[in-house]
């Protein structure tokens, strides 16, 4: 087993949660993007308690592009704070490998 990283991020639409990810890939920050469909969120922004449906989006990275990708999601990201994750996991070797030969 090997290590890869995990980056969550709930986006506003299914359009701008495939828009990041595709670009996350192309720029190869990112081996893919899982996108999950769409979640009931409840959050308090602003002293209030929210109610919204957004659209999470899973990235598959190096532990070392782990950072960069998710600061490029966030200048990228409609929200003004986007809540984004970085999750530690473990992976077969060979899609550690797959993953370290597909992103920068």
Same mark, same amino acid.
């Given at each position: 087993m090997s290590d890869i990283a995990l *980056?969550?991020?709930t986006f506003a639409t299914a359009a701008e949660a495939e828009e990041i990810g595709r670009n996350m890939v192309e720029?190869?920050?990112a081996a893919c993007v899982n996108l999950l469909g769409p979640c009931a969120s409840i959050y308090r922004w602003q002293g209030? *308690?929210?109610t919204a449906t957004e659209y999470r989006a899973l990235f598959k990275?190096?532990?070392q592009l782990a950072?960069?990708?998710a600061d490029r999601i966030a200048a990228l990201h409609s929200y003004d704070l986007p809540a984004i994750e970085i999750w530690p996991?473990?992976?077969g070797d060979a899609v550690a490998d797959w993953v370290d030969d597909s992103t920068r």
């Amino acid at each position: 087993m090997s290590d890869i990283a995990l *980056v969550h991020a709930t986006f506003a639409t299914a359009a701008e949660a495939e828009e990041i990810g595709r670009n996350m890939v192309e720029e190869q920050l990112a081996a893919c993007v899982n996108l999950l469909g769409p979640c009931a969120s409840i959050y308090r922004w602003q002293g209030k *308690v929210e109610t919204a449906t957004e659209y999470r989006a899973l990235f598959k990275t190096t532990t070392q592009l782990a950072r960069e990708l998710a600061d490029r999601i966030a200048a990228l990201h409609s929200y003004d704070l986007p809540a984004i994750e970085i999750w530690p996991a473990a992976a077969g070797d060979a899609v550690a490998d797959w993953v370290d030969d597909s992103t920068r």
